[in-house]
C-alpha cells in the first residue's frame, strides 16, 4: 500500500505565497508521475500540475507562471510552491501519485486565501 500525507495548508491573504508538501510512504519501488490538484466548493477537482520521474512538468493555465511543482525521488515527495495567490486559489489540495501504473490519492490539505 501507498500513503500520502499533505501538508502546508493555511489561510493566507491575497498575494501571498504557501507550499504544499506531500510525502509518499509504504511499498513503493518507484514513483512515476506525481501531482497536484484541487477542488474548490461546488466545483469539480480539477488538475493544478504534474512532474514526471524525469522532471518534466505540466500546469494549469490559471497557475502558470505563480505555481511551481517540484519533487525528490530519495524523499518521495512532492512540492507546490504557491506565489501571487488570489482569492480564486481557494480549494482542498490533492496530491496524487502513480505507483506501478496504479494512482493514489492524499487526504488534502485546505488552502483559503482571504483578506
Avoid at 29 to 38: E, S
Avoid at 87 to 98: L, Q, S
Wanted: a positive charge; proline letters at 2%; hydrophobic letters at 35%.
Amino acid at each position: 500500500q501507498v500513503r500520502l500525507v499533505e501538508s502546508g495548508g493555511d489561510l493566507v491573504q491575497p498575494g501571498g505565497s504557501l507550499r504544499l508538501s506531500c510525502a509518499a510512504s509504504g511499498s513503493i519501488f518507484r514513483i512515476d508521475t506525481m501531482g497536484w490538484h484541487r477542488q474548490a466548493p461546488g466545483k469539480a477537482r480539477e488538475l493544478v500540475a504534474t512532474i514526471t520521474r524525469g522532471g518534466s512538468t505540466t500546469y494549469a493555465d490559471s497557475v502558470k507562471g505563480r505555481f511551481t511543482i517540484s519533487r525528490d525521488n530519495a524523499e518521495k515527495t512532492v512540492y507546490l510552491q504557491m506565489n501571487s495567490l488570489q482569492f480564486e486559489d481557494t480549494a482542498t489540495y490533492y496530491c496524487d501519485v502513480i505507483v506501478a501504473t496504479r494512482n493514489y490519492w492524499g487526504q488534502g490539505t485546505q488552502v483559503t486565501v482571504s483578506s
